[in-house]
């Protein structure tokens, strides 16, 4: 398992896609503190400070940035092996497929945890930036800790769609607009069962994060529901790794047909 995360990681660091999420990470402190400037005056928030930014990156990193470019990564570290044919190279390690998927997903686990760090660090940058007060240690352990919390507990939620989309060929794109969608719900779950247990609120929720006062929730979020929510995802990727299996076309060679070059002879 060890070798398969260097090896993957070795690979990764070579590879372009990355700039999806360096890029949307980037974009989304200054898309949330730009939606402040081109508000109508009497919407703007007043007091928008620091806190008021990393809560703003926090809501859409959850909802938008980091589902889209974790599946993608991810969807895309999975579904490269049957695109280039190398799949059935790999089923020669001493290693179940599960496991091979495991050391891929895990892979994106470390990956979301960089990019988390790296959202604190885009954030900081555009505050300091734009000038925005209330900056102080306190706030920046507080608040960089929600988002890195964040970032592993959407990780979390992506993976049975990074499962699923990247096992089937070409798929990973597919996935990441399905997790757009999904992300997006968690703007109709205000109040019940679905406002803490539904999987990327129960990411936010695990994190920290206030929703009635960020989203509007008529009801204070639930812990326990939070925790039910994530379980049942979690349980949900370990079914999928335990019955994931090879295509029935990875490992096979393909058969061409041999023909003869010998001389023909009428009657033969």
Request: proline share 4%.
């Amino acid at each position: 398992m060890r070798s398969i995360i260097k090896g993957e990681w070795r690979k990764l660091r070579r590879c372009q896609i990355l700039l999806v999420g360096i890029v949307a990470l980037a974009l989304c402190p200054v898309v949330q503190y730009g939606s402040q400037l081109v508000m109508n005056p009497e919407l703007r928030d007043p007091g928008y400070n620091f806190v008021s930014l990393f809560n703003s990156v926090i809501w859409g990193n959850t909802q938008i940035f980091l589902p889209i470019s974790l599946v993608m990564i991810g969807g895309w570290i999975i579904d490269r092996e049957n695109t280039n044919d190398t799949m059935k190279n790999l089923l020669t390690v001493p290693v179940s497929y599960p496991g091979l998927l495991g050391g891929k997903l895990t892979i994106t686990v470390i990956l979301s945890l960089i990019f988390g760090v790296y959202s604190v660090f885009v954030t900081l940058l555009t505050g300091t930036a734009a000038g925005l007060d209330g900056l102080s240690p306190a706030v920046l352990a507080g608040q960089g800790a929600q988002v890195i919390g964040a970032a592993f507990n959407t990780c979390l939620v992506c993976m049975p769609v990074i499962l699923i989309f990247g096992q089937m060929r070409g798929a990973y794109l597919g996935g990441s607009l399905l997790t757009f969608f999904l992300g997006y719900c968690i703007l109709f779950f205000k109040s019940g069962f679905m406002l803490s247990a539904y999987p990327f609120s129960a990411a936010l929720v695990l994190a920290g994060f206030d929703m009635q006062e960020y989203n509007g929730a008529t009801e204070a979020t639930s812990i326990p529901l939070a925790f039910l929510g994530m379980a049942a995802v979690i349980a949900l990727t370990m079914a999928l790794l335990l019955f994931s299996h090879p295509g029935s076309k990875t490992g096979t060679a393909k058969k061409k047909k041999k023909r003869g070059r010998g001389r023909r002879y009428p009657g033969r």
